[in-house]
């Protein structure tokens, strides 16, 4: 998301505002027709992968999906550089996950076509920001709030949660947010990333307890990822942190916005957003995986150079 200024990611939500016809299935266009996209995923995905896959495919392209390590032969040893080498010659723009941090960036490196970051490791994970904020942009505009001066509490694991990592970076750039950085001890957001956003004179409140969200405009709450770190550092991580109706009644009022990136984890003693939220107005999470699909045509649009044809090229569905 270091790409991104305020002005840039605004004109970007303009282009997913044009795509929003196409993404509710009332319009359809073939900007994208005759192109290739090789969606890579090395970690499993619901979301990232399905969503940048079916937009691809409602702008008239199609994808190649793959998923896990033994797909490819990478499982033989090849290296990112000659797999990305190989996959350029072969496809137009690809989509990576990948376990290891910074390991996206190297398969761009390696060639001329566009690579999107569908998440490294613990690193980032850009395009869920860019749809998180579409949609606290879009959620605010419908509550008559301005993004400038709002308070917004980030739950749960803030040092492997990359979504939270890209998502302050792009929240940083408006003016006199208020974050409160609520996670258990041993999990709390890398220092890195808050040098990176100090120079922007926020407030920014790390803290271990729940009640730091009160007042709070958006609580965007996360899943301790596992499959990270030792199942050890994980003591002291507890239903405390579970973001739940009584939680949120207790400490925020009915206009608050209440986010997740999913997947939230819904098994036996896990604990980020209670399900007894589901039926509540102010739980945005599904709201979130729609605005996946208008966001990510926008993303595909602007790398392959259509944006500008979009709103010439649609057409009534015809079925
Ligand atoms: N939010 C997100 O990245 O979900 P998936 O892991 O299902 O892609």
Known sequence: VDQFTRESAEEFFRIADLMQPIARRQKVSRVLEGAVLGNLFFEASTRTRVSFGAAFCRLGGS?????????????KGESIYDTSRVMSGYVDAMVIRHPEQGSVAEFARATNIP????????????????????????????????LDGAHIAMVGDLKYGRTVHSLIKLLALY????????SPKGLEMPDYILDQISKHGHVVEPSNELKDMAG???????????ERFAAEELEGYSPQFQVSKAVVDQFCGPDV??????????REGAHDLSVDLNDDPRLAIFRQTDNGIPVRMAIFAVLLG???????????VTW
């Open 115 to 146: 690579v999107v970051n569908g998440g490294d490791g613990a690193g980032e994970h850009p395009s869920q920001a860019l749809l998180d904020l579409y949609t606290i942009l879009t959620e605010f505009s419908r509550l008559g709030k301005l």
């Open 306 to 316: 259509v944006e500008g044809l979009v709103q010439h090229s649609l057409r009534d």
């Open 63 to 75: 994808v190649c999906d793959t998923t896990g390590f033994t797909f490819s032969s990478m499982a």
């Open 175 to 182: 003016k006199g947010l208020k974050f409160s950085l609520i």
């Open 216 to 226: 709070a405009d958006v609580i965007y709450t996360t899943r301790v990822q596992k």
């Open 257 to 266: 916005i209440i986010m997740h990136p999913l997947p939230r984890d819904s």
